[in-house]
């Protein structure tokens, strides 16, 4: 299948200004991103400084009220499954695929909201540190975000080769990752509007040392 960089230029420009539109997001929350895809830069490649197209996925359960991390080898951080766009794939299919291949958890599905809106339920800029070793500077990732839903009984097999474990926990576990992801899935009602109660962890993960990586 062939890929059009300028045309997904387009395309993620698109999804910008509508997803703008839907949660009325100011002007310079994406200024970065939007001077990139003004600029002509092959926003779908990792090797594009200083920002490149990058997806992750929100995994809840049918209730919305756990959400599902894993604990990111690099960053040393619990948070959504994620990673690198890769052409010529879509987005919602990149966000679904990383979930998958970062949890083992078969049967995970899109939320239907997104089918019928067309749009993610956030777009977030944030900075990632300098990575030596891959020749890779610091950077922006343009995080594309989708919920993602798991049925009951799943079973967890993260790969360890990619993050430490996966672990369920309370859908307040967002405020401090991704606040404004958690507010837009609560005003819509893809999420439980109170913090969840009695809910215990169903985790497996591999050891590391406290406050770091092995």
């Given at each position: 299948?062939?890929?059009?960089?300028?045309?997904?230029?387009?395309?993620?420009?698109?999804?910008?200004?509508?997803?703008?539109?839907?949660?009325?997001?100011?002007?310079?929350?994406?200024?970065?991103?939007?001077?990139?895809?003004?600029?002509?830069?092959?926003?779908?490649?990792?090797?594009?400084?200083?920002?490149?197209?990058?997806?992750?996925?929100?995994?809840?359960?049918?209730?919305?009220?756990?959400?599902?991390?894993?604990?990111?080898?690099?960053?040393?951080?619990?948070?959504?499954?994620?990673?690198?766009?890769?052409?010529p794939g879509d987005l919602a299919g990149s966000a679904l695929r990383e979930a998958v291949e970062e949890t083992g958890v078969q049967g995970l599905a899109i939320d239907p909201w997104h089918g019928v809106s067309g749009l993610p339920v956030d777009i977030d800029s944030h900075r990632i540190p300098a990575r030596p070793a891959r020749d890779e500077p610091e950077h922006w990732h343009h995080d594309i975000r989708y919920v993602?839903?798991?049925?009951?009984?799943?079973?967890?097999?993260?790969?360890?080769?990619?993050?430490?474990?996966?672990?369920?926990?309370?859908?307040?576990?967002?405020?401090?990752?991704?606040?404004?992801?958690?507010?837009?899935?609560?005003?819509?009602?893809?999420?439980?509007?109170?913090?969840?109660?009695?809910?215990?962890?169903?985790?497996?993960?591999?050891?590391?040392?406290?406050?770091?990586?092995?």
């Amino acid at each position: 299948m062939s890929f059009d960089p300028s045309a997904f230029r387009a395309h993620v420009g698109a999804i910008l200004d509508a997803h703008a539109r839907a949660f009325d997001v100011p002007d310079d929350r994406h200024a970065l991103l939007r001077s990139q895809i003004a600029a002509g830069d092959d926003i779908h490649s990792r090797r594009t400084f200083p920002g490149h197209v990058t997806t992750s996925a929100f995994i809840l359960d049918a209730e919305g009220r756990r959400i599902l991390l894993i604990h990111h080898r690099s960053l040393a951080r619990w948070l959504q499954p994620g990673g690198h766009y890769e052409p010529p794939g879509d987005l919602a299919g990149s966000a679904l695929r990383e979930a998958v291949e970062e949890t083992g958890v078969q049967g995970l599905a899109i939320d239907p909201w997104h089918g019928v809106s067309g749009l993610p339920v956030d777009i977030d800029s944030h900075r990632i540190p300098a990575r030596p070793a891959r020749d890779e500077p610091e950077h922006w990732h343009h995080d594309i975000r989708y919920v993602v839903r798991a049925g009951a009984g799943i079973e967890l097999r993260p790969d360890l080769r990619e993050v430490h474990g996966a672990e369920w926990r309370e859908l307040s576990a967002l405020e401090g990752i991704a606040p404004q992801a958690l507010r837009n899935m609560r005003k819509l009602g893809l999420a439980a509007p109170n913090k969840p109660k009695g809910h215990a962890y169903i985790s497996f993960q591999r050891p590391f040392a406290e406050g770091g990586l092995p």
